[in-house]
T-cell receptor, first 111, second 112 residues
Framework: KQEVTQIPAALSVPEGENLVLNCSFTDSAIYNLQWFRQDPGKGLTSLLLIQSSQREQTSGRLNASLDKSSGRSTLYIAASQPGDSATYLCAVRNAGNMLTFGGGTRLMVKP | NAGVTQTPKFQVLKTGQSMTLQCAQDMNHNSMYWYRQDPGMGLRLIYYSASEGTTDKGEVPNGYNVSRLNKREFSLRLESAAPSQTSVYFC???????????FGPGTRLLVL
C-alpha cells in the first residue's frame, strides 16, 4: 500500500526566504504526483502536476521536482511572501484513479 | 465558471439520521471524486466516478453510497450517520482519470 510522508509537518520562515518542502512515497510505481495548497477552512487548489516521465515542473515562484526512483519530490518556493502561508499537500497516483495524500506541511511566512 | 460547488456548507446530524451531500461541476469533466479529511488521517478517497454511469469504491467506502446523477452531478449519501463520520467532505473533479483534480470548498459535517 502506498504511503506518503511530508516533512516537516510545520514550518515558519521570515518573508523573502527561499524554502523547500519535502514529500516521500514508498511505492515508486506512480503515474504522477500533484502538489496542492489548502488555506484554512477552504478546499484544495492544485499547484503543479508532474507526470512520472518528468523531472520537474515550474509555475511562477514554484518549482516541483520528482525523483521517482528514490521516492521523493520537493516543492521549492522562491522569495516567500506572507500570502504563501497555507498547508501544502502532495498526492501520488498509482494504478487506478486513487490519489494517496501526505499529511501536509503547514507553512507560515512572517512579514 | 463556478468550478466545483458543494451543498450544504455545514450540517449537524444526530446519530442514525440520513443525508445527502451534493456536488456539481461546470467544467465538463468526466471524473468526479468524494474525499473525507480528518485530523491526523489526511485526505482519503471514499468513492469515485471515472465517467458518467460508473462508480467505484475508494479507500473508505463503508457507510456511504454515491450516485452519478449525470455528467455534472455526483452525490454522496449517508444512510445512517455515525459519530465516526464527523469530518470535512470534499468533492473533486478532473477531465479524465489521472488528470489534475479540482476541489470544491467542502462540507463540514458533525454527527452527534
Amino acid at each position: 500500500k502506498q504511503e506518503v510522508t511530508q516533512i516537516p509537518a510545520a514550518l515558519s520562515v521570515p518573508e523573502g526566504e527561499n524554502l523547500v518542502l519535502n514529500c516521500s512515497f514508498t511505492d515508486s510505481a506512480i503515474y504522477n504526483l500533484q502538489w496542492f495548497r489548502q488555506d484554512p477552512g477552504k478546499g484544495l487548489t492544485s499547484l503543479l502536476l508532474i507526470q512520472s516521465s518528468q523531472r520537474e515542473q515550474t509555475s511562477g515562484r514554484l518549482n516541483a521536482s520528482l525523483d521517482k526512483s528514490s521516492g521523493r519530490s520537493t516543492l521549492y518556493i522562491a522569495a516567500s511572501q506572507p500570502g504563501d502561508s497555507a498547508t501544502y499537500l502532495c498526492a501520488v497516483r498509482n494504478a487506478g484513479n486513487m490519489l494517496t495524500f501526505g499529511g501536509g506541511t503547514r507553512l507560515m511566512v512572517k512579514p | 465558471n463556478a468550478g466545483v460547488t458543494q451543498t450544504p456548507k455545514f450540517q449537524v446530524l444526530k446519530t442514525g439520521q440520513s443525508m445527502t451531500l451534493q456536488c456539481a461541476q461546470d467544467m465538463n469533466h468526466n471524473s468526479m471524486y468524494w474525499y473525507r479529511q480528518d485530523p491526523g488521517m489526511g485526505l482519503r478517497l471514499i468513492y469515485y466516478s471515472a465517467s458518467e454511469g460508473t462508480t467505484d469504491k475508494g479507500e473508505v467506502p463503508n457507510g456511504y453510497n454515491v450516485s452519478r446523477l449525470n455528467k455534472r452531478e455526483f452525490s454522496l449519501r449517508l444512510e445512517s450517520a455515525a459519530p465516526s463520520q464527523t469530518s470535512v467532505y470534499f468533492c473533486a473533479s478532473s477531465e479524465g482519470a489521472g488528470e489534475t483534480q479540482y476541489f470544491g470548498p467542502g462540507t463540514r459535517l458533525l454527527v452527534l
